[in-house]
Structure formats: structure tokens, C-alpha cells
């Protein structure tokens, strides 16, 4: 995976100071699990937060809390990246990517602080997250409801995932009724 792009994916003539509802997605450098781990089974899955995962889960709380005019409506650190929802209910007097700037800067500052290291492969990494971060604006009604549940059921999905590997993989090329298509999943399933 090439890191070194930064993935800033912005939804164009957006006023990203203004009203809106969020779901951010953050990776940590190199996809390290460095947040927790998955516990449990499909029925129970949580993840247990390492000292780090507490930490970034804290900074969410700390970066955005100086923003009144912004509610945090769901977070789920996960082993090797997070999700958020933020409702922002009025304007701000910065845009959101420079919000989500200075809480990366201020976990990476904690990280360091902490050790700095995540593992043999990664010594190198100078911030905890992969540069840039993906955002999806909500723009019809029930989204909300439905994000918030996506954010919280990310444990369960990744413990599918894990379980099932095979319903997961992304097949190219792959002959249907005399058409190549690309599949996800299972393709032998009826």
C-alpha cells in the first residue's frame, strides 16, 4: 500500500466551516494494530484499546471539545485505523481538515511521548497516522442513524471479516453469463 499520498478526497464547493455531519476515517502509518484488538465472537466483538488506542480516543475528545459548535456523535478506535461521526451545528471558525490536523499532530505528540514506536517495520513513521483521511458527508435524511451504527458495528464486521476471508476478496476478471466482471465475495454462492 502506498502511504505516501495523501488521501484528501474532499467533497467539491462544500463549505467545510459550515453545518454539516461527518463520518471521518483515519489510518494509522503502515495499517499497524497498534489502537487495540479484537475480542470477543461475531456475537460480542469489542476492542480492547492498548495504551495508544485510549490515548487517540482522549485527543477525539480533547481536539473537538474546543468546539462547542461541534458534537461528537460516535467513535470507534479500531486496531489499525478509526472512525468518527461529528455533527458540526454551526459554523466553525477554522475548517474541519485543520481540526483533524491539530488532533493528528496532538496524538502523534502523546505517541512520542509514549515511546514513538509501533514496530520493527514502522520505526521510521514520524506521525501516527497515514497522511490525509477520508470524509463523508451526510447529505439525505437517515444517514445519520445509519452511520452511527456502521462506526459502532465495526468490531462485529471486522471479526466476520477475520472468520471469513474469502467473502472479502475483490476477484478481477471473473466470467459471468459470458460477461468479465470483478466480484466481491463468495462467487460460487447461489
Known sequence: ????????????????????IYMITMNIEGRVPVLGALQGG???????????????????EQAFGLYP??????KQPMPDHLHFVVWVKEEIPIVLGEIIRKMKIGC???????????????TN?????????HDRVLLHAGQLKSLINYVHDNPRRAVIKRANPDLF???QKVQVA???????GNQFLK
Open 178 to 184: 459470458g460477461f468479465e466482471c470483478t466480484t466481491l
Open 125 to 133: 513513521a514520524t506521525s501516527l497516522f497515514e497522511p490525509g483521511f
Open 42 to 60: 461475531i456475537g460480542d466483538a469489542w476492542v480492547e484499546y492498548s495504551p495508544v488506542g485510549k490515548m487517540v480516543s482522549e485527543q477525539i
Open 1 to 20: 500500500i502506498d502511504t505516501t499520498m495523501a488521501r484528501n478526497y474532499r467533497l467539491k464547493n462544500w463549505n467545510y466551516k459550515g453545518r454539516g
Open 169 to 171: 476478496k475483490l476477484r
Open 108 to 122: 502523534t505528540q502523546a505517541w512520542r511521548e509514549m515511546g514513538g514506536r509501533m514496530n520493527v517495520t514502522c
Open 69 to 74: 459548535q461541534i458534537q461528537i456523535c460516535a
